[in-house]
């Protein structure tokens, strides 16, 4: 059972930190204003909109960015930390990351994407994340719901989603913690002391921009490594921008249907319950998960998913 921060009060403060890529200004203030509306204060990461260019453009260098997320981690005024975006960065982080004043006082983590990384490393000590929209997908007309649904968990409001069955889906019931993220980031953290422990446990995964090969890679990955001998449940979310843009006549669809056709495939031979299509990942419906959370997944000619 994994530990869950407390709920947040009216008042509290939420850092916003940029672990990864860079940021503009511009590209935060809805999300700012969003969470001042809301009843909160953010507070901003000193390095939040600082550049470092070393074959991406980082949102400073590892020191600063490793500066930002123990301050964020450790602050004891601080009662959430809310990434502002994914792209690359964050395993520069985690060989060096604090969790002293963490532990005694644990905050709810937000964001996907890249941030995969640090909500692996979290769970590794025994601590749940929310696996949902960041700050900046707030300037790119998401749903009011994925981040209303956020502001829920903070609060403290039990999760429960429903959703209509995907043809792809293989039916069954099943509990158990929730683990995952997106797909290349649990596949770059296999074999190394971050990654995941699958055993037992009900994986999700999503991903976007990846040639139709290399998710077959990165699913025979996951197979050669064993994951699909220890879940015990597994949910697909979006997969969009695969393969080439002017082959690919779903390229835009945030569900791309020869993507979950890879998927199937590579795990057919597998019984476990599986769910395709849940609106999770970098799509505008980006609705939050808890990572490390218990849940009930019932897949029938309807699906849901309940979080204990």
């Known amino acids: 059972m994994k530990i869950f921060p407390k709920s947040l009060k009216k008042g509290d403060r939420i850092a916003i930190i940029s ?5 503009e200004p511009s590209q935060l203030e809805k999300g700012i204003e969003m969470i001042k509306s809301k009843g909160f204060e953010p507070v901003l990461g000193k390095n939040l909109y600082t550049k470092f260019s070393n074959g991406y453009n980082y949102a400073g260098t590892e020191e600063q960015r490793t500066h930002d997320i123990n301050w964020a981690l450790n602050d004891p005024e601080i009662s959430a930390i809310w ?6 960065g964050c395993q520069h982080l985690i060989e060096n990351l604090n969790l002293k004043g963490f532990t005694k006082n644990p905050k709810w983590y937000i964001g996907y994407s890249d941030n995969t990384v640090i909500q692996s490393y979290l769970l590794k000590k025994g601590f ?10 707030s300037s790119f007309g998401v749903t009011d719901e994925s981040y209303d649904l956020t502001f829920n968990i903070l609060k403290g409001k039990p999760l429960k989603y429903t959703l209509k069955s995907n043809h792809f889906n293989k039916e069954g019931n099943v509990e158990g913690e929730l683990v995952g993220g997106n797909l290349a980031l ?3 953290l296999l074999g ?5 422990d699958f055993k037992d446990k009900i994986l999700f995964i999503e991903d976007i921009g990846e040639n139709f090969y290399a998710l077959d890679r990165m699913m025979m990955s996951l ?3 064993g994951v699909f001998t220890k879940i015990k449940g597994l949910i697909i979310g979006g997969m969009t921008n695969m393969g080439d843009e002017k082959e690919n006549k779903h390229y835009e669809d945030s569900f791309d249907e020869f993507a979950y056709k890879l998927i199937s495939d590579r795990i057919s031979e597998y019984s476990f319950p599986t769910v395709f299509a849940f609106p999770n990942g970098h799509i505008h419906n980006n609705i939050p998960l808890i990572l490390g959370s218990e849940v009930s997944l019932k897949a029938g000619k309807n699906v849901t998913l309940t979080f204990k």
């Open 192 to 196: 190394t002391k971050y990654s995941f």
């Open 186 to 188: 649990v596949y770059a």
């Open 83 to 88: 990434a502002s975006r994914g792209g690359y």
């Open 19 to 23: 672990p990864a890529g860079a940021v």
């Open 223 to 225: 197979e050669m490594a």
């Open 128 to 137: 749940a994340s929310i696996h949902g929209q960041t700050i900046k997908t």
